[in-house]
């Protein structure tokens, strides 16, 4: 399931949400990648499924940050549906924005969309990866922890087929297992990977959620709405104890999970995708940080969580945000094989970017499956790779002018269904992997990324 959410949610360009004037809904089809680059072949195309309107005609309106004025292009197309491609010359400096003004040519009604931008990236540092080659993956600085699978809870029958199904480091070095069916959690003390010191229940049906640590060491475990039940967010002490549970947004009430991140600033968050990106107020396609606690271990109201919301964009330290965008040419048959990221500062221009080419299909572990971290100041991304019965994580260290780290590994969760972290970030800015099986037990492995 993990690869399938990965491919789903790289490659299928979700439309933005409807603008409606007078019962007349305007989708944008062709979404316009966050992060461009001179060259790319741009489609930028709208649609109508509302009654009663029997063609479209259009003009979209463009300028870039060197233009005070939005020029104007003429969208074309048959019946409900009209685009156009971009010229060249709107891919030249930093910013490009734009909105368009749909008509219904027989009807004589118009709708104006809300305007939208990109980030243009003159000079991104390229990373090629060639052709990938399956097999060619990096053994482990060390394992830090194991348990046998007697040890630890499975569903080998149901639908799913599921074991443990996400991990941790804490601030003080100690490894984290979510023992999902057994609602509890396994600590290893540093340097004592054999077998796990302790045990830490999880209350309601956090077992299928996800968790974090505070800066202080205390625990945020999410449990989401299961059969009916209200999604919740719980703080507990490291050893279990529950200091308070708090209500999460009603939108989140179907999700089945609900991965959590720890902000820069120590916020934690709840990230959102889906369907309920929409049902928040937020852009369809996009990826959301709903605010769910602050730093110092209070929860947020839910009308705040909404509010505040952080959408398209991921913040990190020193006020820099990351935005990351795929990119395929208009009427590719193939699947995404050139990947942006941009560390975009305070002035709103990228302060650094990566243009990362491949000749196999990549898909980026975004979303819940992996979260970038800063190392050193460099962001570490998982980019995924995929053949019939088999997926590979490719780790990157993306540097100031080339990979400073980069290596396989092999994706190793039992079952289906589950789209938690399977690598994480730890304290020490070393990634950790996680690997289950139902025969071989649970593992824990530690890798180093440093040039």
């Known amino acids: 399931m993990k690869t399938l959410l990965a491919i789903a949610l790289a490659v299928v360009a979700v439309p933005p949400a409807a603008t409606a004037a007078k019962g007349f809904a305007v989708h944008q089809d062709n979404a316009v990648p966050q992060l461009l680059v001179p060259g790319d072949s741009v489609q930028v195309g709208y649609s109508t499924d509302s009654s009663g309107v029997k063609s479209l005609g259009g003009t979209l309106f463009v300028r870039t940050d060197l233009q005070r004025r939005f020029s104007p292009l003429a969208l074309a197309g048959k019946g409900h549906a009209v685009s156009t491609i971009l010229p060249a010359r709107f891919l030249r400096g930093h910013r490009l924005i734009y909105y368009a003004v749909i008509r219904d040519t027989k009807g004589k009604r118009s709708v104006t969309t809300g305007k939208r931008s990109a980030w243009i990236l003159q000079r991104p540092v390229v990373v090629g990866l060639g052709t990938h080659v399956y097999g060619q993956t990096r053994q482990p600085d060390a394992v830090v922890a194991r348990a046998s699978a007697a040890e630890v809870g499975w569903d080998t029958g149901g639908e799913f087929n599921l074991g443990p199904q996400t991990l941790n480091v804490a601030p003080d070095g100690s490894a984290w297992l979510q023992d999902s069916y057994n609602s509890r959690l396994l600590v290893w003390r540093p340097g004592q990977p054999d077998s796990f010191a302790r045990t830490v229940p999880l209350p309601g049906f956090a077992g299928g959620g996800d968790f974090v640590f505070g800066r202080d060491g205390t625990i945020y475990a999410s449990s989401p709405g299961f059969l009916g039940s209200d999604p919740l967010l719980f703080h507990l002490s490291p050893s279990g104890e529950v200091f308070w549970s708090a209500q999460l947004p009603a939108a989140l009430k179907g999700a089945g999970e609900l991965a959590l991140r720890v902000g820069p600033d120590g916020t934690i968050y709840g990230e959102v995708g889906g369907e309920q990106t929409q049902a928040l107020g937020?852009?369809?396609?996009?990826?959301?940080?709903?605010?769910?606690?602050?730093?110092?271990?209070?929860?947020?109201?839910?009308?705040?969580?909404?509010?505040?919301?952080?959408?398209?964009?991921?913040?990190?330290?020193?006020?820099?945000?990351?935005?990351?965008?795929?990119?395929?040419?208009?009427?590719?048959?193939?699947?995404?094989?050139?990947?942006?990221?941009?560390?975009?500062?305070?002035?709103?221009?990228?302060?650094?970017?990566?243009?990362?080419?491949?000749?196999?299909?990549?898909?980026?572990?975004?979303?819940?499956?992996?979260?970038?971290?800063?190392?050193?100041?460099?962001?570490?991304?998982?980019?995924?790779?995929?053949?019939?019965?088999?997926?590979?994580?490719?780790?990157?260290?993306?540097?100031?002018?080339?990979?400073?780290?980069?290596?396989?590994?092999?994706?190793?969760?039992?079952?289906?269904?589950?789209?938690?972290?399977?690598?994480?970030?730890?304290?020490?800015?070393?990634?950790?992997?996680?690997?289950?099986?139902?025969?071989?037990?649970?593992?824990?492995?530690?890798?180093?990324?440093?040039?």
């Open 282 to 451: 937020g852009p369809s396609g996009d990826w959301g940080w709903l605010p769910v606690a602050t730093a110092t271990g209070k929860a947020l109201p839910v009308a705040y969580q909404a509010r505040h919301t952080v959408w398209g964009y991921q913040p990190l330290a020193g006020g820099l945000r990351l935005i990351s965008a795929v990119y395929t040419p208009p009427r590719s048959q193939q699947g995404p094989k050139d990947v942006r990221y941009a560390l975009i500062g305070h002035s709103g221009r990228a302060v650094r970017a990566w243009r990362v080419l491949s000749r196999t299909q990549i898909f980026p572990g975004g979303g819940p499956f992996f979260t970038p971290e800063l190392v050193g100041g460099d962001p570490v991304i998982d980019l995924d790779v995929a053949r019939p019965g088999q997926l590979e994580h490719v780790v990157l260290r993306l540097g100031p002018h080339s990979a400073e780290a980069r290596f396989s590994l092999p994706y190793s969760i039992f079952g289906e269904g589950t789209s938690y972290a399977d690598l994480r970030i730890g304290p020490d800015g070393k990634l950790y992997r996680l690997s289950t099986s139902p025969t071989n037990g649970v593992t824990i492995s530690r890798y180093s990324l440093q040039p």
